[in-house]
């Protein structure tokens, strides 16, 4: 059997404990590589030589059930918010019904201060408030109780395990009171049906406030998933013809006209028009295409009509492939979150030793009433010690902070990857295509006499030179609109130049070593060419029938923003240090331009990664920003790769990040979001450890010698529920994340 990956939908994982339990069932299951649950989505994801009735067989035998996910995302998605609207909507009608029983109780207690039993006519009454209470906890809070005995016979205990446990004493507890009072001091006679009452509804109201938070975290993912159209303009025949995007196939010539989304990646056939690729690459300025242009799903077809032809559909295209990876990355771990993880395999068994070692000692040297103060502290300790929040803290903010980096066009592979980014001191960075644009250009031409005349004669040159320099030339003379003669004769000598006659004249193009060897005369233009050179640009020399004509110089121009991105990201606190296979020269001309003091030259792909490696060996954190093939050595050994460069397929596949804008500004865009959610991480655990290291104590009553009261289960019920409500919301915050480049710009 093939390597798969299956995506399960889960129903009853409701904290840390339940994703240890379900990922623990998993990995004893032969043929399973990794097991993953996303308590956020409720979702797992298996991957390994396994059946998938196996994956669901083993997420049963653990006490939860599990169904496939839909194939296709966009339809999973909408499940999905179904069911989260029906799931809110059932836990506010638990919560109103539970609260509208529990809230006239708390009330009568506060104004009359009478819940206790003495007489046959309080045991009748109360005995009916118990029986009412009952069908709260039955109607209203029976998927904790069902839950926690699944837990119990698959010897786990969770969430629900202490809801259960704390609801069910109080009641049990107040239900003895109603039958057999005489068995209890008079001072112990105080019923606690609000408290099971009050606790299921707070509890309630708290997980619905949660589900309509979390729906809010899969906000990108949804953006993405919006972008695919649902069907396509097929040209067959000579006639259109609307089809469903799942009928397209490749070779097909599809039709987009203007305000239309492009619907699968493909290569412009007729037309031009401006596209707005924002969305995929965080690029806001619309990019001309034309015949011969890739186009992607996803992407604005702006003014134009275009006719493309399919090469990648489905799951091929690269908006496919962009949500599969945000998907998974939202489903990886961050390495903090590690010690989450630890904590609660222990928590849930824990908290019931202490909460019975409590009661054990109120029991044994509290004041009076000992049994009611014993009850108090019991439900208390069980109700506020749910670790949800726990289980809550890092998967929430790695869901947005994922999210908002697809946004932004920062593909973030896993959460490793988004956590180390946030610790780099160094970054080194290739020459070629990141800092410069990746392909030369002719950028100056000086002349005796006619500048326009000698770029004619130069190119027309040129076109019987495979040179990559010759291109350059080429290029400037096309973009000029000049006609181009032809040429005879034409020479190419070796580490020299070439030679050739265009319109009956000589001409000459290349090296000093050239027209010295020609016996042609320099006169001022070495100064000249020296000064080029200086800037990092390849000066060559022009003759023209004996006589010198002039100096061109041919360059890969530096990024527009590459000056701006170095120093934001020298801000950040990196030290930015430059390797490339070029020459000393120019490379320290570029670093010298863009204010960089580390610079490595004449580097194979090889010494790229071992200058990685020596950087790591010296106790650097070390980040790793080229174009993803050619630099794949020193990518892999970074802490974190950059892979630059409109999000090929190779750096998809192989970056630790993937930018899928041609600019190192993505990097300094990774580095602030990966700082931000990992402050965001580091703050949802912060409160989720104070909340349950100060709660317990205070639950068991540590303040009553001060204080004299103890803490009530009903304010435990109430702050248990919220912890994940503000978990929730403090990781839907990076919702609002913006780099720094672009609160500049709206400034």
Sequence with gaps: MPNQKHVLTLRGASCAGCVRKIEGALEGVPGVEEAKVNLAEKTLTVTGEVDEKRCIEAVENAGYGAEPARPDPREQRELQKAEDHRHYRQLLWRCIAALAVGLPLMAWGLITGEMSVHTSGQQLAWGAVGLVTLGVMVFCGGHFYTGAWKAFRHHNANMDTLIALGTGAAWLYSMLVVLWPELLPETARHVYFEASAMIIGLINLGQALEVRARGKTSAAVEKLLELQDTSARVLKNGEEQDVPLDAVQKGDRIRVRPGEKIPVDGTVDEGSSLVDESMLSGEPVPVKKASGDSVSAGTLNKNGTLVFVAEKVGAETRLSQIIDMVRS???????????????????????????????????????????????????????????????????????????????????????????????????????????????????????????????????????????????????????????????????????????????????????????????????????????????????????????????????????????????????????????????????????????????????????????????????????????????????????????????????????????????????????????????????????????????????????????????????????????????????????????????????
């Design 329 to 747: 990355a939202q489903n990886s771990r961050v390495p903090i979150a590690h010690l989450a993880d630890t904590i609660s395999a222990i928590f849930v068994p824990s908290v019931m030793i202490i909460a019975v070692v409590a009661a054990l000692v109120w029991y044994n040297v509290g004041p009076e009433p000992v049994a009611a103060h014993m009850l108090v502290v019991l439900i208390s300790v069980l109700i506020i010690a749910c670790p949800c929040a726990l289980g809550l803290a890092t998967p929430m903010s790695v869901m947005v902070g994922v999210g908002k980096g697809a946004e932004h066009g920062v593909l973030i592979r896993n959460g490793k990857a988004l956590q180390q980014a946030s610790n780099l001191d160094t970054l080194v960075v290739d020459k070629t295509g990141t800092l410069t644009e990746g392909a030369p250009k002719l950028t100056d031409i000086e002349a005796d006499s006619d500048k326009e005349e000698l770029l004619k004669l130069l190119a027309a040159l040129e076109t019987g030179s495979e040179h990559p320099l010759a291109e350059a030339i080429l290029q400037a003379a096309k973009d000029k609109g000049l006609e181009l003669p032809g040429v005879n004769e034409f020479e190419a000598i070796t580490a020299h130049g070439v030679r050739g006659k265009v319109d009956g004249r000589t001409v000459l193009l290349g090296n000093r070593k050239l027209l010295e060897k020609e016996n042609i005369e320099l006169h001022d233009w070495p100064a000249r060419a020296e000064e080029l050179a200086e800037k990092g640009r390849t000066a060559m020399y022009a003759a023209v029938d004996g006589r010198i004509a002039g100096v061109i110089a041919v360059a890969d121009p530096i990024r527009e923003d590459a000056k701006e991105a170095v120093a934001r990201l020298q801000k950040l606190g990196l030290r930015v240090q430059m390797l490339t296979g070029d020459n000393h020269a120019t490379a320290k001309a570029v670093a010298k331009q863009l204010n960089i003091d580390d610079v490595h030259a004449d580097l194979q792909p090889e010494d790229k990664e071992k200058l990685v490696a020596k950087l790591q060996q010296n106790g650097k954190r070390v980040g790793m920003a080229g174009d993803g093939i050619n630099d794949a050595p020193a990518l892999a050994r970074a802490d974190v790769g950059f892979a630059i460069g409109a999000g090929t397929d190779v750096a998809i596949e192989t970056a630790d990040v993937t930018l899928m804008r041609s600019s190192l500004h993505g990097v300094a865009d990774a580095i602030e979001l990966s700082k931000a959610t990992l402050r965001n991480i580091k703050q949802n655990l912060f409160g989720a450890f104070v909340y349950n290291t100060l709660g317990i104590p205070i639950a068991a009553g540590v303040l009553y010698p001060f204080t004299g009261a103890l803490l009530s289960p009903l304010i435990a019920g109430a702050a248990m529920a919220f912890s994940s409500v503000t978990v929730v919301s403090n990781a839907n915050r990076l919702r609002f994340f913006k780099p720094s480049q672009i609160k500049e710009v709206q400034s």
